[in-house]
């Protein structure tokens, strides 16, 4: 059965990482779809001409130095919208997720908020995100259909996803509130595929600028994700991070994460 690479970055700046993207794409076992975030890219000033002679079409949707997805790929989607077309779609709401259909599989791209502080509306709206994303599943797909979500979701769901979680434990990407919205939306018919292949810890996906030498320490976070109905999960034969691209000069503070399914 032909097998196809989909993988999740946040790039915190695509214009910025063009470099690192370049050396991500530009090899023979490239991913088949990647699904950006935080592009930081206003529509007008997106680099198609960089995607196309890599040989990938892009949908996109961006705010200037702020937010933005994308989804790239060899094949062209039959379908592409952004937003929750849920009637209460704002301007950020458009640039943090994205549905694509592809012959046989969806894919849902999202950035989801990270909640700055529990005190603030913007921990709310975090919260808030992951019950709109399930009643978009609710309304656009079933569980028994090939689905992935995917992107950057800002939460570890258990203490094995972040280096010394006793200190974060009212961190708005780990404390009980958060990790609970996620089991929710996860609860619809979605699965981790990272932790179903390699359930052992100390592989993280986003390590902070802040904390000195994070990546050599390996203090770290596993807040991008790839969940997958029961169905895509099954045919998910190998999953893994990018660790090197986060250690290239001027990364994101993210990496990419990737994973392999039998379609």
């Known amino acids: 059965m032909p097998k196809i690479k989909i ?22 076992n490239a991913p088949d779809v990647i699904c950006f975030q935080e592009t930081k ?13 890599l040989g990938y079409r892009a949908a996109f949707r961006g ?21 929750f077309d849920d009637g209460l779609d704002a301007e950020q709401d458009y640039a943090r997720l994205a549905v694509a259909r592809f012959a046989g599989f969806g894919v849902v791209c999202s950035y989801v908020p990270q909640g700055k502080s529990m005190e603030l509306p913007d921990f709310k709206y975090k919260l808030r995100f ?15 259909d090939l689905l992935l979500w995917t992107g950057d979701i800002n939460v570890a769901p258990t203490d094995i996803d972040v280096t010394h979680p006793e200190n974060k434990r009212d ?3 780990v404390c ?6 996620l089991a ?12 179903r292949l390699r359930p052992d810890p100390g592989e993280f996906t986003f390590w902070d600028y802040r904390v000195k030498n994070a990546l050599e320490r390996n203090i770290g976070w596993r807040i991008d994700h790839l969940f997958a109905t029961v169905p895509l999960a099954e045919r998910c034969c190998d ?3 990018e660790r090197e691209l986060r250690a290239m000069e001027r990364p994101s503070d993210h990496t990419a994460l990737v994973g392999v399914f039998e379609l």
């Open 41 to 53: 890219c206003q529509d007008a000033d997106f680099p198609i001409d960089f995607f196309a002679e």
């Open 171 to 173: 961190h708005v990407c």
């Open 239 to 241: 999953v893994y991070v």
């Open 130 to 144: 992951f019950e709109r994303v399930r009643e978009l599943f609710e309304k656009r797909f079933k569980p028994s």
């Open 184 to 195: 929710s939306a996860l609860s619809w018919g979605l699965v981790d595929v990272f932790r």
């Open 63 to 83: 705010m200037k130095s702020y937010n933005g997805v994308a989804v790239v790929s060899r094949k062209t989607p039959d379908d592409v919208s952004f937003g």
């Open 176 to 181: 009980e509130e958060a990790r609970d919205a």
């Open 7 to 28: 993988a999740t970055f946040n790039v915190n700046s695509l214009k910025a990482r063009l470099p690192i993207v370049e050396r991500f794409l530009r090899v023979e």
